[in-house]
């Protein structure tokens, strides 16, 4: 089918310009949209298992800065718009998430039964609660997409079985409730190497009143939203096997012997992070589909898609240390890292003694304070120098880190020069030397 918009996910980013969020809240939103379109009738199959297009996506900002529950609004309205989705509730209990999968139940060509189910949550807090394991098993099994009917009893149906559960959850929340709810041993658990942290501290733009920017281009956005739904029905009706191009398989075994280097992530502590790197390359799978679909119907997975999905999800590893450096069950390491957060933030990096003792009186006493600065100084996180009398406590580098805003800035150029990259075309498959010899020729429909 042709396309209104020649690459969705760029779209829904253009589409989103005159919000105040920064691009990748904004980018994460569209790829968990797209994946809400596609739900559990497309895959990958890798033999023993397959990979199928579901996320669980955490937008994470401290309070009112982002605007976090209105920019994932605005992707799920769009999906809203298609009469196939089936929305669970936001505020699970297992009761609720059982009668939604079975209200969701469907017979899908050459899938057979399925409940595809997207959730939406405003507020973490009302669907998850990290500390209950049941509850966290059962999230790790179905984003794993396994084939295992899933039985639970209910009150009005008794003992029901889910074939094919396929789950898609997006929500919001703040570091605040992440240091408050998520216990450390949860960071090394199955459901966090599972779910993709979007984390933000500042906003895009300063955008008082939004309807003034609409209004100037009222016509282009309206038009617009017209094609992103109707091209998003395209996508809806997408369904099948996803197949890697030789080229794709050949990126992808290359990438897979230098991601099980040792020496290959020395920024992530193997130990905290071990589980999100065994998923890692399932991730960088899962959104390779969604991008495939937001260009084309073709059911293909080309080198240029893999590259494009692991600079994605490569760029939120940093994001992720900023968001568990909030979790901590040792006190004064919580302490130290939310000194090192104030003063990351200022304009210039840079924060007297006295002035960041003022921001951290009412959560620790001074013996408290005094630790975790001089724990600070002694790791080289911070540098303590003094202009006249007053003491200063200052990142290392003189030069001004750039804000997580300006590194998304960066990121979302940088993804749109490799999606727009003359790659040589690959969508061709065939296990054929003849195919393999032929990449650049037009593609075929599977």
């Keep these: 089918m042709n396309r209104n918009i020649p690459n969705w996910v760029m779209g829904y980013v253009e589409y989103t310009k005159h919000m105040e969020a920064p691009d990748l809240f904004h980018m994460w939103t569209a790829i968990g949209t797209v994946a809400g379109a596609l739900r559990g009738k497309v895959w990958i199959d890798m033999g023993y298992f397959k990979w199928k297009p579901n996320f669980f996506i955490i937008l994470v ?16 309205s769009l ?4 009469e196939s989705i089936h929305f669970g509730p936001d505020s699970v209990t297992w009761q609720a998430l059982t009668e939604s999968f079975i209200e969701a139940q469907e017979i899908v060509k050459d899938v057979g039964p399925m409940s595809a189910l997207t959730i939406a949550a405003s507020e973490l807090g009302t669907f998850l609660d990290p500390r209950n394991r049941e509850m966290i098993d059962v999230l790790c099994d179905l984003w794993d997409g396994r084939s295992v009917p899933w039985k639970r009893r209910t009150k009005a149906e008794g003992l029901s079985e889910i074939r094919n559960p396929w789950l898609n959850f997006l929500g919001c929340t703040t570091p ?4 408050e709810n998520f216990p450390e041993y949860a960071i090394r658990g199955g459901f966090t190497s599972r779910t993709v942290f979007v984390y933000a501290d500042a906003k895009r733009d300063l955008i008082a009143y939004p309807s003034l ?38 990126w992808g075994e290359k990438w897979y012997a230098q991601h099980w280097k040792r020496d290959a992530y020395e920024h992530l502590d193997r130990e905290t992070y071990g589980g999100y790197l065994a998923r890692k390359q399932t991730h960088i799978h899962k959104v390779a589909m969604v991008l495939a679909a937001s260009v084309s119907d073709e059911m293909v997975i080309g080198e240029g898609h893999l590259v494009q999905a692991d600079f994605l999800v490569t760029q939120l590893e940093d994001q992720m240390i900023n968001v568990f ?3 901590s069950d040792n006190r004064d390491a919580m302490l130290s890292m939310q000194m090192f957060e104030m003063i990351r933030q200022t304009h210039d990096a840079t924060l007297s003694k006295r002035d960041l003792w003022k921001q951290m009186i009412y959560r620790c006493s001074y013996e408290e304070y005094e630790r975790a ?22 990142l290392p580098s003189r030069d001004k880190v750039p ?8 990121i979302i150029a940088h993804w749109e020069s490799l999606a727009r990259a003359d790659l040589p075309d690959e969508t061709s498959v065939s296990s054929s030397s003849e195919a393999e010899s032929h990449l650049s020729e037009e593609p075929g429909q599977e």
């Design 325 to 327: 450096r909030h979790i």
């Design 373 to 394: 600065a001089k724990g600070l100084i002694s790791a080289e996180l911070i540098v303590e120098t003094t202009a006249g009398t007053t003491i200063l406590f200052r």
């Design 79 to 82: 999906l809203r718009e298609l």
């Design 61 to 76: 900002a401290p309070p009112g800065i982002v605007s976090k529950s209105t920019t994932l609004g605005v992707g799920m």
């Design 213 to 250: 920017r609409l209004n100037e281009f009222k016509q282009e956005f309206a038009t617009l939203r017209r094609h992103l739904v109707n091209d998003l029905r395209k996508i809806d009706v997408i369904q099948g096997e996803y197949y890697l191009t030789p080229g794709a398989f050949k």
């Design 403 to 410: 804000s997580l805003q300006e590194k998304s800035d960066g």
């Design 176 to 179: 605040g409730w992440l240091e």
